[in-house]
């Protein structure tokens, strides 16, 4: 069946480090791929989408690539800040149009 | 803001006693899904639903029923509340444009069943 892996968490880094935040999945089809972000307190905001292979999605400085051969969709940032503290999960969308999410990611910037 | 709320945000119950959560929306959108979200486990879904009166069962729909008598309400019901369903809830509409399709998400319901 379909399924999502992520890294495990938390990840903690420094402002302005580069981030890297694995997520494979396990799909029949051609699933569109998502990156949700979750700020302490809220509900999951859409971060970015890409919906077909070498597709980039990006937003607010994010970026992920669907990569088909790898079946990864790892999310990137050049330069963190503070403010991007807080749980990442990735997602895929069926055929049927249902979410398979990862656990999740905890992200802590740290000054 | 795909005009998701939620009702009601904070929920403390009694094991064994009845808990409904309303979700409404505001755009007229044909799906609308519930999930729960616990540690380690992502979001799972829960119900879902496709139409008015037209629902079905996700991966965890167990001790869970579901209603939709109109467009912009989707209630979710625990008839008999447990420990086990203490979690955090949360309702999506889906936004369908071509084949593509996005779920968006409400602001969650944080539910703790002693």
């Known amino acids: 069946g379909n399924s999502v892996t992520q890294m495990e968490g938390p990840v903690t880094l420094s402002e302005e480090a580069f981030l890297t935040i694995n997520c494979t999945y396990t799909?029949?089809?051609?699933?569109?791929l998502f990156w949700y972000v979750q700020y302490p307190g809220e509900g999951l905001q859409l971060l970015l989408k890409a919906t077909k292979a070498d597709d980039k999605g990006s937003n607010k400085g994010f970026e992920a690539t669907y990569r088909k051969e790898t079946t990864s969709f790892h999310l990137e940032k050049g330069s963190v800040q503070v403010s991007d503290s807080a749980v990442y999960f990735c997602?895929?969308?069926?055929?049927?149009?249902?979410?398979?999410f990862g656990q999740g990611t905890t992200l802590q910037v740290k000054p | 803001d795909a005009g998701i709320t939620q009702s009601p945000r904070h929920k403390v119950t009694e094991t064994g006693t009845p808990v409904t959560l309303r979700c409404h929306q505001t755009?007229?959108?044909?799906?609308m899904y519930w999930y729960r979200q616990d540690p380690g486990h992502g979001l799972r879904l829960i119900h879902y639903?496709?139409?008015?009166?037209?629902?079905d069962k996700g991966e965890v729909s167990d001790g869970y029923s579901v209603s939709r008598s109109k467009t912009e309400d989707f209630l979710l019901t625990l008839e008999s509340a447990t420990s086990s369903q203490t979690s955090v809830y949360f309702c999506?509409?889906?936004?369908?444009?071509?084949?593509?399709?996005?779920?968006?998400f409400g602001p969650g319901t944080r539910l703790l069943v002693l």
């Open positions: 997602a895929l969308s069926s055929n049927t149009g249902k979410l398979i």
């Open positions: 755009e007229n959108h044909r799906y």
């Open positions: 639903s496709y139409g008015v009166k037209d629902t």
């Open positions: 999506a509409i889906s936004e369908r444009t071509g084949r593509e399709e996005t779920q968006y």
């Open positions: 799909a029949t089809g051609y699933p569109s």
